[in-house]
């Protein structure tokens, strides 16, 4: 009868132990997959939530090995989701600077031509209002009749 009640106990502590892991499997892989499909802070904060209250649950339930796998894979998922951050924002600011860099060209290109264009512009005008003020016969007519009355 004792035996019977060892042997009763051992195989419900066995199957509680398989259906915990089971649950256990299931829940992360279920945080998971929502980390995954959600961005930003969002998705932090309920996965965040999720793992602590399971991590909660976990280790009222079961002392030592299991609380220590399930903070293992919270800090995993944080160090995870740090690097995700630090990546994006490293990427932005690449981004960024290659577009200002981009947009810094255009606009001196851009600012170079306008101001060529302005100054082609204006010396011709200075030119044809010299040949316009003093054609090129009027001065040789004057350097003609200076010469007779010298």
């Keep these: 009868m004792q035996t019977d009640r060892h042997t009763d106990g ?3 502590g066995q199957t509680d132990g398989q259906t915990d892991r089971q649950t256990d499997r299931q829940t992360y892989r279920q945080t998971d997959r929502q980390t995954d499909s959600q961005t930003g802070r969002q998705a932090g904060r309920q996965a965040g939530r999720q793992a602590g209250r399971q991590a909660g649950r976990q280790a009222t339930r079961q002392a030592g090995r299991l609380a220590g796998r399930q903070a293992g ?6 160090a995870g989701r740090q690097t995700d951050r630090q990546t ?3 990427t932005d600011r690449q981004t960024d600077r ?3 860099r981009q947009t810094d060209k255009q606009t001196y290109r851009q600012t170079d031509r306008q101001t ?3 100054t082609d512009r204006q010396t011709d ?4 209002l010299l040949f316009q003020v003093y054609p090129l016969y009027f001065v040789t007519i ?5 010469k007779k009355l010298i």
């Design 10 to 12: 051992r195989t419900d």
């Design 73 to 78: 894979r919270q800090a995993g998922r944080q």
């Design 88 to 90: 994006d924002r490293q």
């Design 98 to 100: 290659q577009t200002d």
């Design 116 to 118: 060529d264009r302005q």
């Design 125 to 128: 005008r200075q030119t044809d």
């Design 142 to 146: 004057s350097l003609i009749f200076c």
